[in-house]
């Protein structure tokens, strides 16, 4: 990497942040010719990158643009033109061409063939270092002011000048703050006059101070659906289908983590009070509380009427998890089939299609993936992702009001904001 100290400073944009966005949007920019400075406060790049997917980085969602930007809710809409420029099937070719071919899990979740996320930063620094761009990493920017009658902005470094009339700030948000995302860029932004919408952690582990959620630990459901419900009832309107998420569940020794608990723990962030709060789990998201009920009055006669609850139960939960349920629902594990009383199947059944577990709290930034909040989309070109309000000014990434589930869809939106920056740096 360069050190900025000797390098000249005539240069037709300024990248800061040198993270998913800030990579591609330089290397857009540098291949259509334009003279490219990134700056990055950490002393490797995409530090990030590293550290995503259990260092394996997924790099977006096999499905289509307008799905990812569904993912999104009322932040979707924005993301349609970035998507439109660079969908999911451009960033698996792209990332191809640049010799990280990739797969597609069960899940959706795409990922380099190689399992090595570091495959995928050295991709994005090898094609902006091809492209002619500059990337000096360990540079801490200090300051970044703009010049309303010289019509540029100057970028601050330990007593240097960077002059440039764009700029592209991919700082980031406020999650992972060993990635060196410590929020640098909400505070220049909001001195230029840009509008912060509320921050929150968003896609971290949920917290439960309940004891028998605690001894549940390590167990891990491949599908089910949960529900957040802040205030002890299910969220409605528009961003109710952001309140819930399918896929798999982790009973951890602090709550619950795992897809599911994540994608709705932002609900939860923004909380003072945890007085009713709780996660509402279906366990048997394919079967309705009809077809349980039948199938539980069928294993109470013939045959299986001898057979103890929790030999019948563990045909569809895991062991462990069939224990716990009954204990909770305050029924013997030994309670044969022929014995269960009504009131029992109902517990029983409550619990299987909705089980409630008491949340009080989050774990906040440390181990958040994103951020909720940034940059008020209405204050932003979609078509350019250049500030409404200053211009000559970009942004792109994390920095900006998005947040969407687990499974590449943030790298997507990432990618794309950046490419698009790139497009008009």
Known sequence: MTSPLSISANWDAIIIGGGAAGLWAAGTAAARGKRV???????????????SGGTRCNITHACSARQIAEAYGRQGRFLLSPLSRLTP?????????????????????????????????????????????????????NSVEYDKAQENFQVHIDGRVFISSRVLITTGGLSYAGCGTTGDGYAWLRKMGHTITPLRPALTPIVSSANW???????????????????????????????????????????CSGPTAMNVSKQFSAQESFTNACLAIDLQPDATLPDLQAWLEKSSHGSSAQRQISTVLSERLPKRLVGGLLDNAAVPNDTRMAELSNRHKLAILDRMKGWRIPVAGTRG??????????????EVDSQTMQS???????????????DGPIGGYNFQAAWSTGHTAGENL
């Not at 995928?120 to 360990?138: E, I, M």
């Not at 930034?365 to 209405?378: I, M, N």
Request: proline fraction near 4%; aromatic fraction near 6%; charged fraction near 25%.
């Open 213 to 255: 959620v605690h001894e549940l630990s390590g167990i891990t459901i491949a599908d089910c659906e949960v529900s957040a419900m802040p205030d002890g009832k299910k969220l409605k309107g528009k961003e109710a289908h952001l309140a819930q998420s399918r896929g798999g569940f982790l009973w951890t020794h602090f709550g």
């Open 388 to 402: 409404r309000l200053i211009p000559g000014l970009f942004l792109a990434g994390e920095i900006l009001d998005l």
């Open 37 to 51: 400075l990134v700056l990055e406060k950490n002393n490797k790049p995409g530090v990030k990158i590293l550290m």
């Open 89 to 141: 099937e451009d960033v698996i070719n792209q990332f191809t061409a640049m010799g990280v071919p990739s797969k597609v899990e069960e899940t959706g979740k795409v990922f380099p063939v190689s399992d090595r996320a570091i495959d995928v930063r050295d991709a994005l620094v090898k094609r902006l270092s091809d492209f002619g761009a500059t990337l000096c990493s360990g540079v801490s920017v």
């Open 365 to 378: 930034y440390p181990k958040a993936e994103v951020t909720s909040g940034g940059v008020d989309l209405l």
